[in-house]
């Protein structure tokens, strides 16, 4: 939970979970868009029962045909923190097939939030990556994940974040940004059950 903690507190001292820039108070703002039928259903899921049926339904292809330009997805961290417990019990029952299911969960959502695009959803995605590399690292099962959304070497992780975040991505502070890539490339370490390096060069800013 520290390395958790430690990525969350990171993200908000950056800016990246709270905003940096609100319109002081009295200023006029425009209505913000409607929510686009995926952070409608998002909304109301509060475990990891109805983010099961929601995942097994989600279009790909089709999720954002609604969103508007820098969409957030609502924060859904009962239902992923859901999917921890449940892998850590199915763990203690050797249900080994049950574990790679719940993470597999955990990495399918956080998919969702990366390839709806945007800063905001990409850290998101990331952030419920952090929680499953650790759970699965703290379980014994790094490298025994099985699941497509988990790439085939750390390479493609980091091209995943860099595309899905866009222009965005100039916009944060370089040791945030170094901080976030730090952070995918040990969680990819830990579901894979690679060891983790770092060198400063290994950073994309």
């Given at each position: 939970m520290?390395?958790l903690?430690?990525?969350t507190?990171?993200?908000?001292?950056?800016?990246f979970?709270?905003?940096?820039?609100?319109?002081?108070?009295?200023?006029?703002?425009d209505?913000?868009?409607p929510?686009?039928s995926v952070?409608?259903?998002l909304?109301?899921?509060?475990?990891?029962?109805?983010m099961?049926q929601f995942?097994?339904g989600?279009?790909w292809?089709?999720m954002?045909?609604d969103?508007?330009?820098?969409e957030?997805?609502?924060d859904?961290?009962?239902?992923?923190?859901?999917?921890?417990?449940?892998?850590?019990?199915?763990a203690?029952?050797?249900?080994d097939?049950?574990?790679n299911?719940?993470?597999g969960?955990?990495l399918k959502?956080a998919a969702?939030y990366q390839?709806?695009?945007?800063?905001?959803?990409?850290?998101?995605?990331e952030?419920?990556?952090?929680?499953?590399?650790?759970?699965?690292?703290s379980?014994?099962?790094g490298?025994?994940?099985?699941s497509?959304y988990?790439?085939?070497?750390v390479?493609?992780?980091?091209a995943?974040?860099?595309?899905q975040?866009g222009?965005?991505?100039t916009?944060?502070?370089?040791?945030?940004?170094r901080?976030?890539i730090?952070?995918?490339?040990?969680s990819?370490a830990r579901l894979?059950?690679q060891s983790?390096?770092s060198p400063a060069?290994?950073?994309s800013r």
């Amino acid at each position: 939970m520290k390395a958790l903690l430690t990525v969350t507190a990171v993200l908000v001292s950056c800016g990246f979970a709270l905003g940096e820039h609100k319109a002081p108070e009295g200023f006029h703002r425009d209505p913000a868009p409607p929510s686009s039928s995926v952070s409608q259903a998002l909304l109301w899921i509060a475990d990891a029962r109805k983010m099961d049926q929601f995942l097994t339904g989600v279009d790909w292809e089709t999720m954002r045909y609604d969103s508007y330009p820098g969409e957030r997805l609502p924060d859904t961290r009962s239902a992923w923190h859901d999917y921890a417990r449940q892998a850590e019990s199915s763990a203690t029952r050797g249900d080994d097939a049950a574990v790679n299911d719940r993470i597999g969960q955990m990495l399918k959502l956080a998919a969702l939030y990366q390839q709806f695009g945007g800063l905001q959803n990409v850290v998101k995605g990331e952030e419920i990556r952090a929680l499953a590399a650790q759970t699965a690292q703290s379980l014994g099962y790094g490298g025994l994940i099985h699941s497509p959304y988990l790439e085939p070497n750390v390479a493609e992780c980091i091209a995943s974040i860099e595309r899905q975040t866009g222009a965005e991505n100039t916009e944060v502070r370089p040791v945030c940004w170094r901080h976030l890539i730090q952070t995918a490339r040990q969680s990819y370490a830990r579901l894979s059950g690679q060891s983790f390096d770092s060198p400063a060069d290994n950073f994309s800013r």
